[in-house]
């Protein structure tokens, strides 16, 4: 707890007092004094204006989109696992099919649909995805500056959309242009767009801005649950404190009539989509988030571990333990920035903190023996901590105290920076103890980085000190913030140097030689037999290769994840439609599932269905010859038994 007590001291440092309050700003544009502590988390002052530094650094934003999007451009998601199904589910709604009854949907109808859309406006193309990914990177990354902006610090919302930039684009399948799911990229945008909606609603007396923001709450409910949740639990605290302020019923009143078209629009989207087939059709057939789904009853609670979600005291142990050296650094810091004594002891103490940074962070940098690992890994320790989220949750709590008890009325503050830390927290809960420079958390770190590093920027000093000074500070600490990332990035990027392009009618993405190789021949497989009347079920994953080819799968769901098939009425009626169909091949690959404990398809889960497909199929070979090593994908060809029943 010593990093919060080191925050919380800060922070009454830089309480504004009555007479700062009552004091017009008579700083001059040199030097910040006291009249004006540009970090307090209780008094919001008017953001940063635009000028040639801002509209610049805007710029080189985007300038850093640009290079990123060409520098590895179609080398972004993986074809064997998630980004198929972002793929294939679209197209099979542009040329007419219904959502979750036709086909197979784990996550809301929005995402899904638009890109839908998309496809039908430019053509079902791989670069119709990539543009879509691609600019909801670049949205996201403004919407922050745009926020960091109304907190009067440009440097930190550039930091935070640097952040988002430098993971959109990594060759993984958790990146914009090609991710696991659309629905979380949707939901990124939405989400950094609601973080600038919420500070504009919360320094604005009118209901437009209320308005604007329960309309991205809404379609966020649509995109992902999550995100419209936190969207959603937030407005509901500004609309409730905005009526303890301006004591005004109308002004409530207008309040909720605002919020009321998106819960009508949500209402009536949840109601078609129980029309289908019923409530259970949808939560257990389809959505596998959904509490009492047999995914999340089976592997839900291993599957949140995983992605950081961990509540037990051994986790919150170990999570006490690596604020150690955050802590350490921030008492150095705060001694050499704030301790005015002068005398030896003092001295004394400074210097063996000075060394104590030295020795810790850059020890193995002046001997040259530092990989880019671990120094990524050195400077995540402060900078980008694998516990970011659980840091803003706590700090969340210490920033309302101080909203609620401070002098002077409530009416004269604006409940913005709480409110921002408020659904930085409740939007990235899952990753709770998992920050990431990649994987699930680029999705959800945006807003958690901006409110982090208004933490970290509350050690500057402020009273007393030339504006040049806080912000060559505040600068210091975002370069190190962003390090991590792009050594992550650089290092993911590299790897992909050796990818080749995987040439179809539908579009061109990257991958491994092997693989461009061995999905060629599978490509064509699909295509002569589809043009011969026959149907080839892909198996257990590998959605992309119905895209790619341009055939259907001869099923509703066209994936076989742990948990995606629930025994009993969901697998009969899997078999039943195989044999209606009927399907003539199957295409195993050695795909496995590691991630969930249950490496095999049809030997470590669903084993009736495995089982089923072993005794009416038959092996008859290898896609082609397996010239990689063994963990490399490929796929054997399974033929229908004639005799088989």
């Known amino acids: 707890m010593q990093l919060f007590a080191v925050i919380m001291k800060m922070m009454s440092i830089l309480q504004p007092t009555e007479e700062m309050r009552s004091s017009p700003e008579t700083v001059s544009a040199d030097v910040v004094g006291v009249e004006e502590p540009r970090f307090s988390l209780l008094a919001f002052r008017p953001g940063t204006p635009w000028n040639f530094t801002t509209v610049s650094a805007l710029l080189v934003l985007v300038v850093l989109w640009a290079v990123k999007v060409y520098m590895t451009w179609a080398a972004w998601g993986d074809v064997t696992i998630d980004s198929g199904h972002e793929m294939y589910v679209p197209a099979l709604l542009a040329e007419g099919k219904t959502l979750y009854r036709d086909t197979f949907f784990s996550f809301g109808p929005a995402s899904v649909y638009f890109n839908s859309y998309l ?24 919407f922050l500056y745009l926020a960091g902006m109304r907190l009067s610090s440009w440097i930190i919302g550039w930091t935070a959309g640097g952040v988002v930039l430098l993971e959109a684009f990594q060759p993984s399948l958790f990146c914009f242009p090609l991710p696991y799911s659309f629905a979380a990229v949707y939901g990124c945008l939405l989400g950094c767009l609601f973080v600038w909606l919420i500070v504009e609603a919360s ?4 209901w437009h801005w209320i308005f604007a923001a329960a309309s991205t709450a809404a379609v966020a409910l649509l995109v992902k649950p999550e995100f419209g949740l936190a969207c959603y639990a937030t407005l509901s605290l500004l609309i409730a404190i905005r009526c303890f ?9 207008l309040d909720i009539l605002a919020v009321l078209p998106g819960v009508v629009l949500c209402a009536l989207v949840i109601r078609w989509m129980v029309s289908i087939a019923g409530v259970d059709f949808i939560t257990q ?14 592997y839900g609670k291993s599957w949140l571990e995983q992605n950081g979600f961990t509540i037990s005291a051994s986790a919150f142990h170990e999570a006490l333990f690596r604020t150690i050296p955050i802590a350490a650094a921030l008492s150095a810091a705060y001694c050499v920035l704030w301790w005015k004594r002068s005398d030896k002891r003092s001295m004394l103490w400074k210097g063996l903190f000075i060394l104590a940074g030295i020795v810790y962070f850059v020890r193995d940098i002046f001997l040259n023996i530092l990989p880019p690992q671990q120094m990524e890994l050195t400077l995540s320790t402060v900078f980008f901590p694998q516990d970011m989220v659980l840091y803003v949750i706590v700090a969340t709590g210490v920033v309302w105290s101080y909203f609620w008890r401070g002098a002077g009325p409530v009416a004269g503050r604006s409940p913005a920076v709480p409110l921002l830390f408020t659904f930085s927290s409740l939007l990235a809960f899952r990753i709770l103890m998992k920050m990431a420079p990649g994987g699930y958390a680029i999705y959800y770190n945006g807003p958690v980085v901006l409110m982090f590093l208004l933490l970290l920027c509350l050690i500057i000093p402020r009273s007393g000190r030339s504006r040049r000074f806080v912000l060559a500070g505040e600068l210091v600490i975002c370069v190190a913030c962003l390090i991590p990332v792009v050594l992550h990035a650089r290092d993911l990027e590299a790897a992909a140097k050796k990818f080749v392009p995987l040439t179809t009618p539908r579009g061109t993405v ?34 992309s290769l119905y895209f790619l080819s341009e055939t259907e799968c001869p099923v509703r769901v066209y994936t076989f994840d742990p948990g995606v098939v629930a025994p009993g009425k969901m697998t009969d009626d899997m078999i039943r439609q195989i044999e209606r169909q009927p399907v003539s091949y199957l295409l195993w690959s050695n795909r496995t599932f590691v991630e969930y404990g249950v490496p095999v398809f049809g030997k470590d889960f669903d084993r009736e269905l495995g089982d089923y497909l072993k005794s009416h199929y038959r092996p008859v070979g290898p896609i082609m010859p397996n010239t990689g090593n063994y963990w490399e994908w490929t796929a054997t060809i399974w033929e229908h038994k004639p005799d088989a029943n």
Do not use: C
């Open 119 to 142: 496809f039908r406006m430019f053509g079902i193309q791989l670069s119709v995805l990539y543009w879509a990914g691609s600019l909801s990177a670049l949205g996201s990354a403004i």
């Open 203 to 206: 320094t604005s007396k009118g």
């Open 245 to 253: 302020m301006q004591r005004s019923w109308k002004i409530t009143a």
């Open 285 to 298: 057939e389809n959505v596998l988030s959904w509490p009492t789904s047999y995914f999340m009853r089976t």
């Open 510 to 543: 990257r991958v491994s030689k092997h693989k461009a190789e061995n999905y060629a021949a599978a490509i064509q497989f699909m295509k002569q037999k589809a043009s011969l009347g026959q149907s080839v079920l892909s198996v257990p994953e590998d959605t």
